[in-house]
T-cell receptor
Framework: EAQVTQNPRYLITVTGKKLTVTCSQN?????MSWYRQDPGLGLRQIYY???????DKGDVPEGYKVSRKEKRNFPLILESPSPNQTSLYFC???????????FGQGTRLTVV | TQLLEQSPQFLSIQEGENLTVYCNSS?????LQWYRQEPGEGPVLLVT?????EVKKLKRLTFQFGDARKDSSLHITAAQPGDTGLYLC???????????FGAGTRLTVKP
């Protein structure tokens, strides 16, 4: 089944404790991206990747890191999480820019 | 920052009514998509429009892309409770590699 898999689905952590949210797709898509979704603000792009080893900042990259060592994986790293990073995070992949984006189930992160 | 503005933000209607939601930008889109998101799920694509003036229909949903490719609308005829959800427009602006989403229209259709 074609899908984007994010883990974990839920995470509660403390300020400053490094964490990684994993994202994997099995559709051989080149374009992958991370979004955060906050009430009234919609989905805001954090980082995106056009292909392996190519990553670029989106609208809200501060406090986040990503890597794209393999085509299928695009982890999101929070080196020192802060409470303002409490949000619902989505990973998405598509064949290319402007193509249908397939989203993961989301990761609800709470930083206390 | 090239923003996508959606209106209205909230819409609550009775079953059987018609509605239109809007997506506007000050910049030209290379392509624009409409997604629907249900609670606890990621957004799911409804349609992609590319050509200015394009109209696409998906059962009771009609999507229109503005002639200048700066705006789009989604019209739902005879809304049903199953149409309830968050409707998001997303676009790639000309010359950029990022995808931007609007804040969404939260639609509630009451039986």
């Amino acid at each position: 089944e074609a899908q984007v898999t994010q883990n974990p689905r839920y995470l509660i952590t403390v300020t400053g404790k490094k964490l990684t949210v994993t994202c994997s797709q099995n559709m051989n898509h080149e374009y992958m991206s991370w979004y955060r979704q906050d009430p009234g603000l919609g989905l805001r792009q954090i980082y995106y990747s056009m292909n392996v080893e190519v990553t670029d900042k989106g609208d809200v990259p501060e406090g986040y890191k990503v890597s794209r060592k393999e085509k299928r994986n695009f982890p999101l790293i929070l080196e020192s999480p802060s409470p303002n990073q409490t949000s619902l995070y989505f990973c998405a992949s598509s064949l290319g820019l402007g193509s249908e984006a397939f989203f993961g189930q989301g990761t609800r992160l709470t930083v206390v | 920052t090239q923003l996508l503005e959606q209106s209205p933000q909230f819409l609550s209607i009775q079953e059987g009514e018609n509605l239109t939601v809007y997506c506007n930008s000050s910049s030209v889109f290379s392509s624009l998509q409409w997604y629907r998101q249900e609670p606890g799920e990621g957004p799911v694509l409804l349609v992609t429009v590319v050509t200015g003036g394009e109209v696409k229909k998906l059962k009771r949903l009609t999507f229109q892309f503005g002639d200048a490719r700066k705006d789009s609308s989604l019209h739902i005829t005879a809304a049903q409770p199953g149409d309830t959800g968050l409707y998001l427009c997303a676009g790639q602006h000309r010359g950029s590699n990022d995808m931007r989403f609007g804040a969404g229209t939260r639609l509630t259709v009451k039986p």
